[in-house]
């Protein structure tokens, strides 16, 4: 049952929840009117502390689709959070107000926090270069409905695989399946990281390849080629970004040598990694997979409001409670990434996940 539960990373569902999600997805998208009134008397609250035009507008649009009404802010300086109040403290407020919560945020792991604090689901909408689980759902009902299915694929993932929130969501969702090969495109400096290689290596049957080259990546064969933006938002230097920005750039004539089967899917916004001739290729997928978006999104809020039934929700009593139980503690934190939302608010407990070697938060290495 995910009623009642938060969505920080695709591995959250299991693929029998994924399934039974995109079920109901194709219901809605087949019959939107039965859904109309679904979430009356809801309110989902929407707190976006960076930029974005499909994530919030599309959970916008799929409330109000099913009846339910939106609160929110998309800038961070006319919350409270610009007088220093915490993460924490922000969505225990929202938790009051609203009975469904949406943050994105440029710290990884802060939806993690924010998590931990609520007393209403809460639903990551990308924190920082780290996890973009909604955009994953996205990605996986494209390619379910393009392919078919999930088992055997060869994924391409091009561009900034580093700081690539989606890429990193998509690993963690597609490992779950049978023998999908992953081949990594990058320049050196926007490599992977090490958690999603070891994602990757700790599956049962999924294999991964690193290429420099996009060219021949495409000439090896494959199924599905996700581009990505070089994120100029993530870089430390603005030299380097200078330096990485058009390393790759797909255009007709690479597409000329692409297989007939090939998808090719972007989370967007496309910057100039994709020219605008492909976008006439009927191989080229990425606005329909923006469509998908909102639909996936309404099957989304539907399933963690707990449909017609809904999720028990939290006396005031409770929520003292809850208080309680995640104390303010002290104390350094020794994560080393620092983007992680432990160099916000120091005063976040030092946590690992499920007591191994990674970061709670965030997922890098804290113990060798
Ligand atoms: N794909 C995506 O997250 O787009 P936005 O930044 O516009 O929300």
């Not at 040598?257 to 989370?267: D, F, M, Q, T, Y």
């Amino acid at each position: 049952m995910l009623a009642g539960k938060s969505l920080i990373a695709p591995s959250d569902f299991t693929v029998e929840q994924l399934e039974d999600l995109f079920r109901l997805t194709d219901d809605i998208v087949k019959n939107p009117e039965k859904y109309a009134r679904s979430c009356v008397g809801k309110i989902l609250a929407t707190m976006f502390f960076e930029p974005s035009t499909r994530t919030r507008l599309s959970f916008e649009a799929a409330m109000e689709r099913l009846g339910g009404k939106v609160l929110g802010f998309s800038d961070p300086a006319s919350s409270s959070v610009s007088k220093g109040e915490s993460i924490a403290d922000t969505i225990r407020m929202m938790s009051c107000y609203a009975d469904i919560a949406v943050i994105r945020h440029p710290y990884e792991g802060a939806a993690h926090v924010a998590a931990l604090h609520s007393f209403i689901p809460v639903i990551n909408a990308g924190d920082g270069g780290h996890q973009h689980p909604t955009q994953t759902l996205t990605d996986l009902y494209t390619i379910r409905a393009k392919k078919g299915g999930f088992d055997g694929l060869t994924v391409g993932l091009c561009g900034d695989l580093k700081y690539g929130r989606t890429v990193h969501s998509l690993v963690n969702a597609m490992i779950r399946y049978e023998n999908v090969h992953f081949v990594f495109i990058s320049p050196e400096e926007l490599k992977v990281p090490d958690y999603v290689i070891r994602e990757i290596e700790g599956s049962q049957n999924c294999s991964y390849s690193v290429c420099v080259d996009l060219d021949e990546a495409i000439r090896g064969g494959l199924d599905i080629l996700y581009m990505t933006r070089i994120q100029r938002e993530r870089f430390a230097s603005m030299e380097e970004y200078e330096r990485l920005k058009g390393c790759y750039i797909l255009d007709a004539d690479k597409m000329s040598r692409a297989g007939e089967k090939l998808i090719v899917l972007h989370p967007m916004p496309i910057v100039n990694e994709i020219t605008g001739a492909v976008d006439e290729d009927p191989r080229a997928c990425y606005f329909v997979q923006a469509q998908y978006g909102m639909y996936v999104r309404m099957a989304l809020i539907l399933t963690l409001l707990g449909g017609e039934h809904g999720y028990p929700t939290v006396s005031g009593a409770r929520m003292f409670e809850k208080t309680c139980v995640n104390p303010r503690p002290t104390g350094k934190i020794p994560c080393p990434n620092p983007r992680c939302v432990t160099h916000l608010d120091p005063t976040l407990p030092i946590r690992t996940k499920n007591g191994g070697a990674n970061c709670e938060y965030c997922d890098a290495r804290i113990i060798e």
